[in-house]
């Protein structure tokens, strides 16, 4: 059984970080990209992120582009998004979703859910001004 486990939320001021964590099991963590989304209240699902570990490529949305970092420790399972320069507009519920690493390459679509075969659960993001 394929499990996303999303960590590392909670509430932080603005200016302040925090670290989302994505630990990924029942899959081979290499044949996977690993996407970043979130998703405000009344908003739309965005996706903000993408990693493909087996290129080494990363992708940002120009909402978070230089404040957000992702990573991956592939010994672990695990990818990272360090999320810096926090705003009150980064206010969402943040879920990862694993896709079939050549679906996301060979399409260049980042962050098209559909694409997306596996989801954690969320964890929640608050920054208060």
């Known amino acids: 059984e394929v499990q996303l486990q999303a960590s590392g939320g909670g509430l932080v001021q603005a200016g302040g970080y925090l670290r989302l964590s994505c630990a990924a099991s029942?899959?081979?963590?290499?044949?996977?990209?690993i996407g970043w989304f979130r998703q405000a209240p009344g908003k739309e699902r965005e996706g903000i992120s993408c990693?493909?570990?087996?290129?080494?490529?990363?992708y940002y949305a120009d909402s978070v582009k230089g404040r957000f970092t992702i990573s991956s420790d592939n010994a672990k399972n695990t990818v990272y998004l360090q999320m810096n320069s926090l705003k009150p507009e980064d206010t969402a519920v943040y879920y990862c979703?694993?896709?079939?690493?050549?679906?996301?390459?060979?399409?260049?679509?980042?962050?098209?859910?559909?694409?997306?075969?596996?989801w954690g659960q969320g964890t929640q993001v608050t920054v208060s001004s």
């Open positions: 990693i493909n570990s087996s290129r080494g490529s990363t």
């Open positions: 979703a694993a896709a079939r690493a050549p679906t996301i390459h060979y399409s260049g679509s980042y962050y098209f859910a559909p694409l997306y075969d596996y």
């Open positions: 029942g899959l081979t963590f290499h044949d996977y990209a």
